[in-house]
């Protein structure tokens, strides 16, 4: 139902629940970024199945999404959501907010952000943090640094002026994230490949498995969340969520661009590549029909990205505070990177990193990759 947020002046929020707000909600961007080069469109199909049919991550996560109008206009929109599965804080439950886009007007941020932080009020929440694009296993963060290059594939952009709206509503940073560039050809030191040679004694390195992917898929589902457990925010994914990622990784990805380091036939690290198809479809503006679909799947198989994204990564825990631990993420990424740069692949994101994760940032910068985008995560108490 429509309501005036406080001190909106003639802003009305309304949920996006009819046919009519959920298209305004999916199509406001292309109001917001419409002189902007560096944003991409995302899919509108697969936006929409995201963020209002996202089955799998709604087992556990409520959630509310919201359009702003002015005049009839859309002019901004937020979600917030609540994951039962997120550790509480400090005895409170942490709510998110995410998908915000809006027009440079603080009384519209404050009105998005007044009927967020209410909903979650109403359901016990006691923090706020974000932007979630819609949980931590997803796009997370706000762009504040290198606006002028386009987002990788499930990387957020943003306009400068999010950040000072956001900040001046109380929020602070929480958490700032790192994103890698590296060429696929770079030369590793000369320890990395001494230590690599040791290892690969006892440790074997495999491309995926499409035959049993059922397997593989789990393995890799194992192993990210007991070597992420103990990150900050870690929420698990679940069975039912890693497998709608299955489906994703098994259309869009060559078997070469999974990369399993197994010890004694055990999977114990993993990597993962995606086809930067960002690069791929900025003139379809969102849009798969009528011909979108047939140019994609064309570039895709025909044409391929000449980047990658590096999104998915884990070494079990066991071994992460031994000698072991860098030589099997280095055994991963060396693996990987030969692949893509035999497919033509000139550049690679490699991240989110965590900005304090200083062990995951010394093997990623040893092998020459410079800081590319950094991203804040914001929070607040309600």
């Not at 400068?160 to 994103?179: D, P, S, W």
């Not at 299955?246 to 993993?270: C, M, N, S």
């Not at 979108?292 to 505070?321: C, D, F, I, N």
């Amino acid at each position: 139902m429509p309501n005036a947020a406080p001190g909106s002046g003639n802003i009305r929020i309304i949920e996006a629940d009819s046919r009519q707000t959920v298209r305004d909600f999916l199509h406001l961007p292309e109001r917001i970024y419409a002189d902007d080069p560096a944003w991409v469109a995302p899919l509108l199909l697969e936006q929409k199945q995201r963020v209002f049919h996202n089955t799998p991550l709604f087992a556990h996560c409520a959630i509310a999404r919201w359009v702003a109008y002015r005049d009839g206009a859309p002019i901004g929109r937020i979600t917030a959501q609540l994951d039962e599965l997120q550790p509480p804080l400090d005895g409170g439950a942490v709510g998110y907010f995410g998908m915000l886009e809006a027009v440079d007007d603080r009384s519209v941020f404050e009105a998005l952000f007044d009927t967020a932080q209410g909903w979650l009020r109403e359901r016990g929440a006691a923090w706020i943090r974000g932007p979630y694009n819609l949980s931590i296993n997803e796009e997370i963060g706000l762009l504040v640094e290198n606006f002028d290059e386009p987002p990788f594939i499930m990387m957020g952009h943003a306009p400068r002026y999010y950040q000072a709206h956001i900040e001046a509503l109380g929020f602070g940073g929480v958490k700032n994230l790192l994103t890698y560039k590296v060429r696929p050809d770079f030369v590793a030191p000369e320890v990395m490949e001494k230590l690599a040679t040791r290892a690969r004694r006892q440790v074997t390195v495999r491309p995926f498995n499409r035959k049993a992917k059922a397997a593989e898929f789990e393995a890799m589902r194992d192993i990210f969340n007991d070597a992420w457990s103990e990150n900050w925010g870690f929420v698990p994914f679940t069975r039912e969520e890693f497998a709608e990622v299955a489906k994703t990784l098994t259309l869009l990805l060559p078997d070469d661009y999974i990369q399993v380091a197994e010890i004694d036939g055990r999977p114990v690290a993993f990597i993962t590549a995606l086809p930067n198809i960002n690069e791929l479809i900025g003139d379809l503006r969102g849009r798969l029909f009528p011909f979108g679909w047939a140019k994609l799947l064309w570039r895709l198989k025909v044409k391929g990205p000449r980047s990658t994204r590096v999104a998915l990564m884990g070494v079990r825990k066991e071994y992460q505070h031994s000698r072991l631990g860098p030589t099997l993420a280095f055994l991963v990424i060396d693996a990987v990177r030969k692949e893509m740069s035999r497919r033509g692949v000139e550049m690679v994101e490699m991240g989110w990193i965590l900005e304090d994760n200083d062990g995951m940032r010394h093997i990623i910068e040893a092998i020459g990759s410079d800081i590319y985008k950094r991203y804040r995560v914001y929070q607040k108490k309600l």
